[in-house]
């Protein structure tokens, strides 16, 4: 029989098409009798209902759009869960862009959601984003959220957490833990958390009047080979650092394997703090020292303001941004006690 249509059961039941949608839809505008008719044709076709239909009567896709670098890091991850739990809650389906750290695939992305397929988005900037025009634009069409990696020149709501604070206090912890030559490994100044991090970094070094010719940051790329071999120059070098903190959990692996090949020893000859939501974190040998940053509360935050923006048919108002506090979770990587 194909798939079943309110226009079939209508012209079984010698009804309007209009009267059988009310039925359906418990209207007190049908009579009872006239309901059951409905739903027991209804139940023996086994109609199911358009799952669109009711969105596009009322002008709304019902969908959000999440555009993120990539899901295999664990605070997208967890971020993700955050989204979706608001998500669900409100009836609307959450379809996952990932840009793959491209700003080409971003723009790509961003162009075709300007088409009015979802009713709002929520982001995460790329990497090596370096110009907005793109991202202006869309935020002209549907409300727009970002979480964690924002862009600051438009005017909108911005979930962060305190990215200037922790890198300071990353640091602070290595020059207590007695390090004097700590490297800050980082992906891109265009991002601003990378550049907060990087200012906190610098300021805890100036702080506590440590030597800054012998620490320095290192740029990493999407390359993981080039990286890799940096990672094994930097730690083969004379001036080789007794701290690292590393501003992503993608490289926590590299550093593990660079120190067992090189057969430098974790903590005894060099500490490693890393931002990372990684939960084998306390599994790593040994234990990794963590900033964790409160990833689902940020998916969170940032879908009940975007949903909130659709519920009042308005813009997301950047007075709505909010700054969520990261932890500073210490084990043995930095102590070797834990």
């Known amino acids: 029989m194909g798939v079943v249509t309110i226009k079939m059961l209508a012209k079984e039941l010698n009804l309007s098409t209009a009267a059988v949608s ?3 839809r418990d209207s007190h505008e049908i009579s009872t009798a006239t309901k059951q008719r409905v739903l027991d044709l209804a139940a023996s076709l086994h109609y199911v209902p358009h799952p669109y239909a009711g969105s596009l009567r009322e002008k709304r896709s019902r969908t959000i759009a999440v555009v993120i670098p990539e899901v295999a890091d664990s605070f997208f991850s967890l971020a993700l869960n955050g989204i979706e739990a608001v998500a669900i809650e409100k009836g609307y ?7 793959h750290e491209n700003q080409e695939r971003e723009i790509e992305i961003l162009k075709d959601l300007e088409s009015g397929r979802v009713d709002g988005v929520i982001m995460s900037v790329a990497m090596k984003t370096n110009t907005f025009d793109h991202i202006k634009l869309l935020h ?3 409300p727009l959220v970002f979480f964690d990696r924002v862009c600051e020149e438009i005017d909108t709501a911005k979930i962060t957490t305190n990215d200037y ?7 602070k912890h290595l020059i207590e833990a007695g390090c004097k030559k700590i490297v800050l490994l980082s992906v891109s100044e265009s991002l601003s958390i990378s550049s907060k991090r990087m200012q906190g970094y610098k300021q805890a070094l100036v702080d506590y009047q440590m030597d800054e010719t012998l620490c320095r940051v290192i740029d990493y790329n999407e ?11 930097l730690l083969k070098s004379k001036d080789r650092p007794d701290g690292i903190v590393a501003t992503v959990s993608k490289m926590t692996t590299e550093i593990y394997l660079a120190c067992m090949e090189l057969g430098i020893k974790i903590p ?3 500490k490693v703090v890393c931002f990372s939501n990684d939960s084998n974190a306390p599994i790593f040998n040994p234990s990794l020292t963590t900033i964790t940053q409160p990833a689902f509360e940020m998916g969170k935050l940032a879908a009940t303001i975007l949903f909130k923006a659709l519920k009042r048919n308005t813009q997301v108002l950047s007075d709505e941004s909010a700054v969520i506090p990261s932890d500073l979770l210490i ?6 006690s834990l």
Not at 93 to 99: C, G
Not at 165 to 171: K, N, V, W
Not at 223 to 233: K, S, V
């Open 22 to 24: 009310k039925a359906l």
């Open 93 to 99: 389906h959450a379809l996952i862009y990932l840009t």
């Open 140 to 142: 002209k069409v549907v």
């Open 165 to 171: 604070e922790c890198g300071y206090l990353a640091t």
């Open 223 to 233: 390359d993981l080979t080039r990286n890799y071999d940096l990672l094994i120059e």
């Open 268 to 270: 005894n000859d060099i």
């Open 331 to 336: 084990r043995a990587s930095t102590t070797g």
